[in-house]
T-cell receptor, first 109, second 119 residues
């Protein structure tokens, strides 16, 4: 049930772009994205719902392909503050929530 | 409001002892979640409440784990007869669900976690 993310890790220079992918084996109601910095709790980034509705806080974008049960997070013009581990979270039918395997992102000057 | 708080922040215990953690959610939030996270892994869902009702419990959660949210505000997570494999960060999160019939999970606000070490 745990969604699989790719890549596992990525290193960027400031200003470069990155794409993080999340794939689930189950049909999904929604996909969430969170970022967790070392030693801190996860912080919400975005929700993508079936039907195309999105809700997020930061200047990032994401897509949700309902048929393929996949989502991608697009990080453009990366900043040092983007460093951390990114988790997708999926909500299949059935009242449970599954965080993905995680993608470690490091932005260097 | 200062966000979700958890107490204690750290707990060291001996194998076989019982431990209890407390979570205070954001005051107007009606949903409360418990997760467990080990090093290098994503948070693993344990259980969640809508108001005082426990709506779901992970099949991975053994009978040694129990959670309560007696008045729909704070929650406690108790682990009985702790084992070394219980060592982890225990995270609490809360969210606001706007309708009683909504099945959708809204954005979750996480607390700082309780780090449990079982010796």
């Amino acid at each position: 049930q745990q969604p699989v993310q790719s890549p596992q890790a990525v290193i960027l220079r400031e200003g470069e772009d990155a794409v993080i992918n999340c794939s689930s084996s189950k049909a999904l109601y929604s996909v969430h994205w969170y970022r967790q910095k070392h030693g801190e709790a996860p912080v919400f980034l975005m929700i993508l719902l079936k039907g195309g509705e999105q809700k997020g806080h930061e200047k990032i974008s994401a897509s949700f392909n309902e048929k393929k049960q996949q989502s991608s997070l697009y990080l453009t013009a990366s900043q040092l503050s983007y460093s951390g581990t990114y988790f997708c979270g999926t909500e299949p039918p059935g009242n449970q929530f599954y965080f993905g395997t995680g993608t470690s992102l490091t932005v260097i000057p | 409001d200062t966000g979700v708080s958890q107490d204690p922040r750290h707990k060291i215990t001996k194998r076989g002892q019982n431990v209890t953690f407390r979570c205070d959610p954001i005051s107007e939030h009606n949903r409360l979640y418990w997760y467990r996270q080990t090093l290098g892994q994503g948070p693993e869902f344990l259980t969640y409440f809508q108001n005082e009702a426990q709506l779901e419990k992970s099949r991975l959660l053994s009978d040694r784990f129990s959670a309560e949210r007696p008045k729909g505000s704070f929650s406690t997570l108790e682990i009985q007869r702790t084992e070394q494999g219980d060592s982890a960060m225990y995270l609490c999160a809360s969210s606001l669900t706007l309708t009683q019939t909504s099945d959708l999970w809204n954005e979750q606000f996480f607390g700082p976690g309780t780090r449990l070490t079982v010796l």
